[in-house]
């Protein structure tokens, strides 16, 4: 199993300072076969911790203070370890974070649950909070409760992004998609394939907190929010990929950060 954390591993949250708000956002990864019943197999999840001052006005969340945890399949007999993890980190957000987000977190959370025979409470508990998210408030899916902010049609995580001003560049699917990805990781043992596949799902969990905190009128930005810049500031040296003149260039485009 590869688990990477800036945070203590799975089951670790960020070290929260006073007064402060914090989210937790979950995305996981799978491999799709729709020709078998429960036939999508996990093979990659990762959580964001996102600590933003807890006040009356929404606060700046380029400034947003940002940790994770980001694991991975060496191969696939280690399916039912890495969905054990998850759960750790679900009871975790459930307990510490202020409110645990998603995009379509509903099909993330019955992924893990198929894949199991004896599923894990935290992701049964997690489960339950989605379904309750309209009265307690403890989950926000940004696929379905952002509407009130949004404008176009499409709830594509991407296309949520866009609308609002909230980079997203995904150079990792310039060439290949992420099944092909993953394959190339579990075949010739590519790791930069794998890297790509790492930085866009921490990208997706991120780009998801900020959607959230928006939505829930906790956070804002002024400009465009280059959701790549923040991950060089947190993962240089933790992966390759992103020290790639690939994925450097998209800090030095028109939609950095000044």
């Known amino acids: 199993m590869i688990v990477r954390s800036n945070v203590g591993g799975p089951g670790a949250t960020l070290t929260r300072r006073a007064r402060t708000l914090l989210a937790a956002s979950v ?28 006040r009356r006005t929404a606060a700046d969340l380029t400034a947003a203070r940002w940790g994770y945890t980001s694991v991975y399949l060496d191969d696939d ?12 980190d679900l009871s975790a957000a459930l307990s510490h974070a202020d409110f645990v987000t998603g995009h379509q977190l ?26 309750d998210r309209r009265t307690d408030h403890k989950v926000t899916d940004t696929r379905y ?9 499409s709830r594509r995580l991407v296309d949520v992004c866009t609308e609002l001003d909230l980079d997203v560049t995904q150079p990792e699917l310039a060439r290949k998609s992420m099944t092909a990805l993953h394959r190339d990781w579990l075949t010739t043992r590519d790791t930069e394939a794998r ?23 906790h956070g804002t930005w002024t400009s465009t929010l280059n959701t ?31």
């Open 195 to 217: 890297e790509r596949v790492t930085v866009l799902n921490l990208r997706h969990s991120l780009s998801t907190a900020l959607v959230a905190l928006r939505a829930r009128d």
């Open 77 to 88: 007999t280690e399916r039912p370890d890495l969905i054990d993890l998850a759960a750790h």
């Open 27 to 54: 995305d996981v990864e799978w491999s799709k076969n729709y020709k078998i019943k429960n036939g999508n197999r996990p093979f990659c999840y990762s959580i964001a911790w996102v600590e933003i001052p807890h």
């Open 145 to 153: 409760d952002a509407g009130a902010i949004l404008t176009g049609q």
């Open 228 to 258: 790549n810049q923040m991950l060089s500031d947190q993962l240089r040296g933790e992966f390759d990929w992103i020290t790639t003149p690939t994925f450097q260039q998209l800090l030095r485009s028109p939609h950095a950060d000044a």
């Open 106 to 131: 509903s099909s993330d959370l019955a992924v893990l649950a198929a894949n199991t025979d004896n599923v894990p409470q935290a992701i049964r508990t997690a489960q339950q909070a989605w379904r």
